[in-house]
């Protein structure tokens, strides 16, 4: 009996080593790293990637400028677009961001994933709704990872779902006012656009 209350406790003092290791090894490596420098623009400007990488790696040679931005309810980007309402999944709004997308000087085959964009605002975020996508932007043919080629450029609408469950009700009655942003890069350097 006095064996097995040894081991036990001899158990329970090797977990408390190992759980402290751990802890320490975690704080210690996440110590050394510092959350990316952010660089804020207004809409209008115009952002260049430069190298840094926002999901799939650099898109070096190519800027963005958002041109504009509005929420619009779902029906009324169906009608601003001229489609119908047939689609399985539909937000409860739309925030429609215009951007200018431009090569610069990309190296050949360097191209842009609009997947990888998003937008965020406090406790928040949405993606794009390909199929919405697909509507606002018949030239694209259903890509949605796109290379321009140098000196071009392009007008793009990106469409992101909105949810009301994903909003307090005083803010969803408001949501052209809620701050949101446009995430441009993630690191080195995190580059947003104020949509607002």
């Known amino acids: 009996m006095k064996g097995k209350k040894w081991r ?3 158990a329970g003092v090797v977990l408390i080593v190992l759980v402290t290791a751990y802890i320490r090894s975690y704080q210690s490596v996440n110590s050394q790293w510092s959350d990316a420098p952010v660089e804020s623009y207004a809409v209008g400007d115009c952002v260049a990637m430069e ?3 926002l999901m799939d790696g650099s ?3 190519y800027s963005i400028t958002v041109v504009e931005s509005e929420v619009l309810e779902y029906l009324d980007y ?4 001229g489609g119908e309402d047939e689609y399985t999944y539909a937000p409860d709004k739309v925030y429609d961001v215009t951007i200018l997308l431009k090569n ?4 050949e085959g ?3 994933n ?3 964009f998003y937008i965020q605002g406090l406790a928040v975020y949405a993606g794009i709704n390909t199929q919405l996508l697909d509507l606002s932007n018949p030239d694209l043919d259903g890509n949605i990872a796109i290379a321009l080629r140098e000196d071009s450029e392009m007008e793009i609408h990106l469409p992101f779902n909105l949810l009301e469950t994903h909003f307090r009700e005083n803010v969803w ?3 052209q006012e809620f701050p949101m942003q446009l995430i441009v890069t993630l690191y080195p350097v995190k580059k947003v656009v104020q949509l607002i």
């Open 114 to 116: 609009l997947w990888d």
């Open 59 to 61: 898109m070096q040679g």
């Open 8 to 10: 036990v406790a001899a």
């Open 78 to 81: 169906l009608e601003k677009y």
């Open 104 to 107: 610069e000087d990309a190296a």
């Open 173 to 175: 009655e408001n949501l």
């Open 51 to 53: 190298e840094d990488i």
């Open 110 to 112: 360097t191209g842009i």
